[in-house]
């Protein structure tokens, strides 16, 4: 099994640009989140979805979009970047929400 | 206001020298507290889970136990590789989404 894999690796962004983090499991998880870690701030939830059709939003969702038409992939896309996303995003998979959650190697994002 | 804290911010020891990491929560209605352990550039790697008060677990020379107020990860006689940051993490309260602490980042110096 591959677990939980994210693409890019890392990206460099003009502000007001869009794009989309990809994010795939092989581990048939109903429950898949986003998350971003900024220094200082610990792991913070973006977005999170309990299962194909169904997303939420978590902790910090604005400027973010998610959709969930497969079990498999949980693409994230930036609408229009600014600087204040510069970050690194994670993607995190589990069988339900309150179960062990298993991390991507994650995405690093500059946004100039 | 579900909440979770790690203490130290960071920690120094020598190869060998034991000592203990501390994580406090506040959350309604725990429902797990997990332990992960991340690598510079990498994605927070699962090391335990526990469930209740009293529980404990562990790997090599890692051991995790848990209070209804905190959680303790214990490293025993501890080597440069070991060197990493510790997050803990729990879940319960309205959402039952993972709550992270800031972690604690670990050096074991030779």
């Known amino acids: 099994n591959a677990g939980v894999t994210q693409t890019p690796k890392f990206q460099v962004l003009k502000t007001g640009q869009s794009m989309t983090l990809q994010c795939a499991q092989d581990?048939?998880?109903?429950?898949m989140s986003w998350y971003r870690q900024d220094p200082g701030m610990g792991l913070r939830l973006i977005h999170y979805?309990?299962?194909?059709?169904?997303?939420d939003q978590g902790e910090v969702p604005n400027g973010y979009n998610v959709s969930r038409s497969t079990t498999e992939d949980f693409p994230l896309r930036l609408l229009s970047a600014a600087p204040s996303q510069t970050s690194v995003y994670f993607c995190?998979?589990?069988?339900?929400?309150?179960?062990?959650?298993?991390f991507g190697p994650g995405t690093r994002l500059l946004v100039l | 206001e579900d909440q979770v804290t790690q203490s130290p911010e960071a920690l120094r020891l020598q190869e060998g020298e034991s000592s203990s990491l501390n994580c406090s929560y506040t959350?309604?209605?725990?429902?797990?507290l997990f332990w992960y352990r991340q690598d510079p550039g990498k994605g927070p790697e699962f090391l335990f889970t526990?469930?209740?008060a009293g529980e404990e677990k562990e790997k090599e020379r890692l051991k995790a136990t848990l209070t209804k107020k905190e959680s303790f990860l214990h490293i025993t006689a501890p080597k440069p590789e070991d060197s990493a940051t510790y997050l803990c993490?729990?879940?319960?309260?309205?959402?039952?989404?993972?709550?992270f602490g800031k972690g604690t980042k670990l050096s074991v110096k030779p």
């Open positions: 526990l469930y209740s």
């Open positions: 959350v309604s209605g725990l429902r797990g």
């Open positions: 995190a998979s589990s069988l339900g929400r309150r179960e062990t959650q298993y």
């Open positions: 993490a729990v879940t319960g309260g309205s959402q039952g989404n993972l709550i």
């Open positions: 979805s309990v299962g194909a059709g169904i997303t």
């Open positions: 581990m048939n998880h109903e429950y």
